[in-house]
């Protein structure tokens, strides 16, 4: 029995934790979106108690509306009364009921005890019927003469004709919900259509809220990038002005941290070419081959850290712009001028800045035949993504290693060694080009020792004011 209870609290557990995932994603997102979808839960709310409150079928809306439409007829019913003799009158008076209006004539008044008096509706009755005593209530706990609900009952005294001193009666019932409501469409469209209304000018409102985030969340994603130009429009509340003002001031201050590290590193790297050229003509006449080979060695480590201080400093944005390409002839030339083999791909052709892309590309190759060895590349499509995988053999790397790899500075070791020297920033200005393309690099170990390279670039236009 236990376990029947435990494995009933388990599945009610599970029902619930679906439901609960199913309305997350069902939520909507956006901020205006659920700013709309509550403002349209409180105004159906508020319709909805309006609209119950129309539906009571005792209320003064449905009795007024009900004299109004049987008011012309209990006028002239009573006059016929007063005029015709008793055979015509009682005539008359059976063919005027009707399925929720019934008149009879009797010598009193309907028992009224607990009742409530409507002094409104009597004294619109007697203002069409001057001279006779006239009776409105709504129903209480007095026994009626049947037992059905009643929506008023109505007493005029006779003052004339065969029932002179009696009294006319009317039991006016409720109508059915499919014949009241016609009735009240006058009052709900008004309701429906405020409710629109106001519906319509909050989203407006919202939408000119919410627009100033949309923008700051666009820049910010291009500023992630690299792009420090972008600027936020002063519009919106105070708050979110103060917000603008201030990312704007970031901003400003991010793009003078990029300039002045450009020009340090541009400055250094020009300084360093210039007498790194005119030693590596001296080495050349030193007699000891050990001697000059090792000088030779250590200038070009010097000439590899100089180009990639270069390469860090230029932004992608400043050399050139997107235009369309065909990296599958991009992605074979490079293979055949690094001597890296070509496993082949369909042919793809997107907006790319094709230098920057080559630089990138050719990083990755260089460093698979620094680094390892048997590099060959491929290129496939997945959906609205192209996919080039760059594998090669060798002693691989930790995950750890793998982890910082990608970073400035972050020379490989541990396991692959390049006698050459290096910087550590050939992947990093790779990555940044790839994120400038709205695309990413992974690395991964292969099994049976090496590295694999998975770029992955989207068919789309990349970002126009991306930078490295």
Not at 7 to 36: H, I, K, T
Not at 388 to 415: C, H, Q, T, V, Y
């Amino acid at each position: 029995m236990g376990g029947r209870i435990s494995a009933l609290r388990r599945g009610g557990n599970r029902r619930m934790s679906a439901l609960r995932r199913l309305a997350q994603r069902l939520r909507p997102r956006g901020l205006a979106a659920q700013f709309a979808l509550l403002l349209m839960g409180a105004i159906a709310a508020a319709q909805i108690l309006a609209l119950l409150l129309f539906a009571g079928e005792g209320s003064d809306f449905d009795r007024q509306a009900r004299l109004h439409q049987d008011l012309g007829r209990l006028i002239a019913l009573l006059h016929a009364v007063e005029q015709a003799d008793e055979e015509v009158a009682t005539e008359i008076i059976a063919q005027s009921n009707t399925g929720f209006t019934r008149f009879f004539v009797s010598e009193d008044p309907l028992d009224t005890a607990g009742g409530t008096p409507l002094p409104g509706l009597a004294a619109e009755l007697r203002r069409a019927m001057p001279g006779n005593t006239v009776l409105v209530h709504s129903p209480g706990i007095a026994t009626l003469p049947e037992d059905q609900p009643v929506l008023m009952m109505i007493s005029i005294a006779i003052n004339a004709g065969p029932f002179s001193g009696e009294w006319l009666n009317s039991l006016v019932y409720p109508l059915p919900r499919s014949l009241a409501w016609p009735r009240k469409w006058g009052f709900v469209i008004p309701l429906l259509m405020s409710a629109a209304g106001c519906l319509a000018v909050a989203l407006y409102f919202t939408r000119q809220l919410t627009r100033p985030l949309a923008e700051a969340a666009r820049t910010a994603r291009l500023a992630g990038a690299g792009d420090h130009s972008q600027r936020l429009t002063l519009s919106g509340p105070a708050e979110l002005q103060d917000f603008a003002r201030a990312f704007n001031a970031m901003q400003s201050q991010i793009a003078g941290f990029e300039a002045t590290r450009r020009t340090i590193l541009a400055a250094v790297g020009h300084d360093i070419r210039t007498p790194v050229t005119s030693l590596r003509l001296r080495a050349e006449f030193i007699e000891d081959p050990d001697l000059r080979e090792g000088m030779i060695r250590s200038l070009e480590e010097i000439s590899v850290i100089t180009e990639d201080l270069l390469g860090s400093a230029r932004r992608i944005s400043d050399q050139e712009a997107l235009r369309e390409t065909d990296l599958t002839a991009l992605l074979s030339d490079l293979c055949e001028e690094q001597a890296v083999r070509f496993c082949g791909g369909p042919p793809v052709t997107l907006p790319l800045r094709e230098v920057a892309m080559r630089r990138a590309l050719r990083n990755l190759m260089v460093n698979a035949n620094l680094y390892a060895c048997d590099p060959e590349a491929e290129l496939r499509l997945e959906g609205d993504i192209a996919l080039i995988e760059l594998r090669d053999r060798g002693p691989g790397l930790s995950e750890a290693k793998l982890a910082l790899l990608n970073k400035p500075f972050e020379a490989a070791a541990g396991g692959r060694h390049f006698a050459g020297g290096g910087t550590g920033l050939g992947l990093a200005i790779c990555e940044s080009v790839l994120r400038a393309h709205g695309g990413t690099l992974t690395l991964s170990n292969r099994q049976g020792g090496g590295l694999s390279a998975l770029v992955r670039l989207p068919l789309g236009e990349a970002e126009e004011g991306a930078a490295a």
